[in-house]
């Protein structure tokens, strides 16, 4: 079949790897219907973190399942499936404590599992699920082709922006500003929405990323970033600072604002993948400022955001700005990298 994989900074091909089987009782071949690249496949991409030359990648996909191993229970050949962006048996200690993504028995895509069996990468043709029962998410029926963006978006970015607005218990009525303008910052505003915000500053300066976020229930856009940002924000709060600042980036930079613009007692929601950043922790304390958040347990939250999908009252799908073949992928990367596209869909 035909993979993603990386070799180096800026090199991303599409290769043959071998045809996956089941090969553990527990395990689902799942055949991809739609993949994606996200944010945090940049971070290898701009060379920033290493990678083995070869490496499968790509965490988030849908398919149809197309066969599973002797134990497996709860998913079936012929049904649609969404997968979230790490594996595990969803029974654990660890798991039933909310924390899929620290399971006890799991793993990530594109990897060994933890018998040295290889897990395929999500930007493919075919993945071998292990645990799939634990894993994957089916719907009720094979859900219409115009519904794959919606559903695709819950493997990963719309469940990281939940995490995010419940990281920082958003409830009803609260002000909410949302640091970053990617996929997960936009799905964290449609997530405040959904949790009864009532006033929602998104903080972006891309005109189509802004059209998106008040699509999605921003009430306030701030194009403005550092000091001049952070102004902004207090400007529109009269001076007192938001209830949740959602960080959805992982740079310094995003942190310090999100902690800037908390009012005293304030919520921060951290979900972008940090990277470099120091916190301030006498500030924290001297405002009583809370930090919840950390890599989202998407599986936790597939169920219910695929019946608010099903039901047609979310359209997180709309972050898709870019749909390539497979074979063109390295174009989804550059076009990301180089902010051309928010976030692109890969068709296999
Ligand atoms: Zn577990």
Request: proline share 6%; with cysteine; glycine share 12%.
């Amino acid at each position: 079949m035909r993979a993603t994989t990386i070799h180096g900074a800026f090199d991303i091909r599409v290769t043959d790897v071998p045809d996956p089987e089941v090969l553990r009782p527990t395990d689902a071949l799942v055949e991809v219907s739609a993949t994606c690249v996200c944010g945090s496949d940049l971070w290898p991409y701009r060379g920033i973190n290493e990678v083995r030359a070869g490496s499968r990648i790509g965490h988030e996909f849908v398919g149809i399942v197309r066969d599973v191993g002797s134990e497996v229970t709860t998913v079936q050949p012929g049904e649609f499936v969404i997968a979230p962006f790490a594996w595990g048996d969803n029974t654990c200690r660890v798991c039933r404590a909310g924390v899929n993504t620290s399971c006890e028995n799991g793993g990530w895509w594109g990897a060994r599992d933890r018998e040295s069996l290889p897990v395929d990468g999500g930007q493919g043709q075919w993945v071998r699920v292990p645990l799939a029962d634990g894993t994957l998410v089916s719907t009720p029926s094979v859900p219409d082709d115009t519904l794959l963006p919606d559903l695709l978006t819950l493997s990963d970015v719309m469940g990281t922006g939940w995490h995010c607005a419940l990281g920082a218990s958003v409830a009803a009525g609260d002000t909410v500003a949302v640091i970053g303008d990617g996929a997960v910052g936009l799905c964290a505003v449609l997530s405040a929405k959904l949790m009864g915000a009532t006033t929602i500053i998104a903080m972006s300066r891309h005109t189509a990323r802004q059209e998106i976020a008040t699509e999605f229930g921003a009430t306030h856009l701030v194009p403005e970033r550092g000091a001049d940002g952070i102004a902004r924000v207090l400007e529109i709060t009269e001076g007192l600072g938001v209830d949740a600042a959602l960080e959805c980036v992982g740079t310094d930079d995003a942190m310090q604002t999100a902690i800037a613009v908390a009012r005293p007692g304030g919520r921060i929601g951290y979900v972008g993948v940090p990277h470099d950043i120091v916190l301030p922790m006498e500030t924290m304390f001297g405002r009583n400022l809370r930090l919840g958040g950390g890599v989202a347990p998407v599986r936790q939250y597939i169920p219910a955001l695929r019946d608010l999908v099903l039901a047609g009252e979310i359209h997180p799908g709309r972050v898709f700005d870019l749909t390539v073949p497979l074979e063109e992928i390295p174009e989804a990367y550059a076009a990301m990298d180089q902010r051309r596209a928010i976030k692109a869909m890969v068709l296999p």
